[in-house]
């Protein structure tokens, strides 16, 4: 573990596979479209790596792409490349299906402690703001702002959807943790932006970037409140 530093005053959060529980939620969401598709003998694995890689080329393509609109593309490209039928309502589905995500059992009350101990919290995520609505509210009501990559016009692991989230809460990269499970997206950005941050390894098999290393690493987001009660921050 590093120096910390002085205690900040925002958290700010990756959203998906941090706070909410992503991969169960994408599989029950894919698993529904091959079933629709008559897939037979595709898995969910098969679908989900090719969604996942035209998904971070799109998000890195300009202008910008709603993150609805990068989903709809990267669910037609991974079903119409491996030979399954595309129709318009799966990517609703999809849609839906991410929105309606539930927090680990964890979650909200490791934010109700982070609440009580007098930081903000703040969510960055690379989504559109219709599609996170529907998981914020399932959060306790802990969460001070959300700032999505609607708002910046920009995907993590850029710089420039954390430069808008820090324009928008009045910060410098230095009054912030970011607590993230994600090391391409978020861990990445920590490495080329210079922002303190805290990786949650929640066992999925994500390897941290090669030539990075987090300010702390923990296995779940009820940790953290503990960590910064060792650092004095209570």
Same mark, same amino acid.
């Given at each position: 573990?590093k120096?910390?530093?002085s205690k900040?005053?925002?958290?700010?959060?990756d959203?998906?596979?941090?706070l909410?529980?992503w991969?169960?939620?994408?599989?029950a969401?894919?698993q529904?479209i091959?079933i629709?598709?008559g897939?037979?003998?595709?898995?969910?694995?098969?679908?989900?790596?090719?969604y996942?890689r035209k998904?971070h080329?799109?998000?890195?393509?300009?202008?910008h792409l709603?993150?609805?609109?990068?989903?709809r593309r990267?669910?037609e490209?991974?079903?119409?490349?491996l030979?399954?039928?595309?129709a318009a309502?799966d990517?609703?589905?999809?849609?839906?299906?991410i929105?309606s995500?539930?927090?680990?059992?964890?979650v &909200?009350s490791?934010?109700? *402690?982070?609440? %009580?101990?007098?930081?903000?919290? =703040? $969510?960055i995520?690379?989504?559109?703001?219709?599609?996170?609505a529907?998981?914020v509210?399932q959060?306790?009501?802990?969460?001070?702002?959300?700032i999505?990559?609607?708002?910046?016009q920009a995907?993590k692991?850029t710089?420039?959807?954390f430069?808008?989230?820090y324009?928008?809460?009045g910060?410098t990269r230095n009054?912030?943790?970011?607590?993230?499970?994600? &090391?391409?997206l978020d861990? *990445?950005?920590? %490495?080329?932006i210079g922002?303190r =941050? $805290?990786?949650?390894d929640?066992?999925?098999?994500r390897?941290p970037?090669?030539?990075?290393?987090?300010?702390a690493i923990?296995?779940?987001?009820?940790?953290?409140?503990?960590?910064f009660?060792?650092l004095?921050?209570s």
């Amino acid at each position: 573990m590093k120096n910390f530093g002085s205690k900040p005053e925002w958290l700010t959060f990756d959203c998906y596979g941090t706070l909410i529980q992503w991969d169960e939620g994408l599989v029950a969401a894919v698993q529904g479209i091959l079933i629709r598709s008559g897939a037979g003998d595709v898995s969910c694995d098969q679908v989900i790596r090719l969604y996942d890689r035209k998904e971070h080329e799109l998000e890195s393509q300009r202008p910008h792409l709603p993150f609805r609109e990068v989903s709809r593309r990267a669910l037609e490209f991974a079903m119409t490349d491996l030979g399954l039928r595309y129709a318009a309502t799966d990517i609703e589905n999809l849609t839906r299906a991410i929105s309606s995500m539930p927090p680990f059992p964890e979650v &909200p009350s490791a934010l109700s *402690q982070l609440k %009580r101990m007098g930081f903000k919290l =703040c $969510i960055i995520s690379n989504t559109d703001d219709d599609i996170i609505a529907g998981n914020v509210t399932q959060l306790g009501g802990h969460i001070d702002r959300v700032i999505t990559a609607q708002q910046a016009q920009a995907y993590k692991p850029t710089a420039p959807i954390f430069q808008h989230a820090y324009g928008a809460l009045g910060v410098t990269r230095n009054d912030v943790i970011h607590i993230c499970a994600s &090391p391409v997206l978020d861990l *990445q950005a920590a %490495r080329d932006i210079g922002f303190r =941050c $805290i990786w949650v390894d929640r066992g999925a098999g994500r390897a941290p970037v090669s030539d990075y290393t987090p300010d702390a690493i923990l296995t779940k987001l009820d940790r953290v409140p503990v960590l910064f009660k060792q650092l004095g921050w209570s």
